[in-house]
């Protein structure tokens, strides 16, 4: 039971490149959430999915998209990367919703130049 | 509007001291759900406790230990005979569930180091 795994782990971009991070959870869960961490500060939420074909904006979408073809995988796509998108992205998921307590990926730290 | 505030942001003690992380929110649910979440120095997010909002028990596990007040909206944490391996980033979580959003509200976390 790997729980929730994230790759890549580190990744450099140029302005202007796209990429996708990856996500995917194990424990059968239906809620999934993509989080971004600016240095100290806490976490803030970009995209949840309640569930398979179904996602929704947190409180800093923009620059992103998501989708959520199956249980287990949530990818977050970065189109236009920007300097502002340096960040440290976290994944999470749980069973039910956010009263349910949410298991996190081990992060992917991306910087934009 | 909901908000988390761990107004210390920084705190260094020596190992076997006791040491409490405060935790202040503002809500305007009923029903909701506090976490502790503590982050390493390899970065990732431990769970550590999940109270809702009915159970003003206080929890008590090991070293580790919760106090949750209604009265003056705080969930603070407290760690009795700190150690080394206790450096971290502590954060609290406040659920926040509505028609238009589902997620976790955090603090801006308090870096606790504790030196041997």
């Known amino acids: 039971n790997a729980g929730v795994t994230q790759t890549p782990k580190f990744r450099i971009l140029k302005i202007g490149q796209s990429m996708t991070l990856q996500c995917t959870q194990d424990m059968n869960h239906n809620y999934m959430y993509w989080y971004r961490q600016d240095p100290g500060m806490g976490l803030k939420l970009i995209y949840y999915?309640?569930?398979?074909?179904?996602?929704d904006k947190g409180e800093v979408p923009n620059g992103y998209n998501v989708s959520r073809s199956t249980t287990e995988d949530f990818p977050l796509r970065l189109e236009l990367a920007a300097p502002s998108q340096t960040s440290v992205y976290f994944c999470a998921s749980s069973y039910l919703d956010s009263t349910d307590t949410q298991y996190f990926g081990p992060g992917t730290r991306l910087t934009v130049l | 509007a909901q908000k988390v505030t761990q107004a210390q942001t920084e705190i260094s003690v020596v190992e076997k001291e006791d040491v409490t992380l405060d935790c202040v929110y503002e809500t305007r649910d009923t029903t909701y759900y506090l976490f502790w979440y503590k982050q390493p120095p390899s970065g990732e997010l431990v769970f550590l406790i999940r109270?809702?909002?009915?159970?003003?028990q206080n929890e008590i596990s090991g070293r580790y230990s919760w106090n949750f007040q209604k009265s003056t909206s705080s969930f603070n944490f407290t760690i009795t005979a700190s150690q080394v391996v206790d450096s971290a980033v502590y954060f609290c979580?406040?659920?926040?569930?509505?028609?238009?959003?589902?997620?976790?509200?955090f603090g801006t976390g308090t870096r606790l180091q504790v030196f041997p």
């Open positions: 999915s309640v569930g398979a074909g179904i996602t």
């Open positions: 979580a406040l659920s926040e569930r509505s028609y238009n959003t589902d997620k976790l509200i």
């Open positions: 109270r809702n909002s009915f159970d003003e």
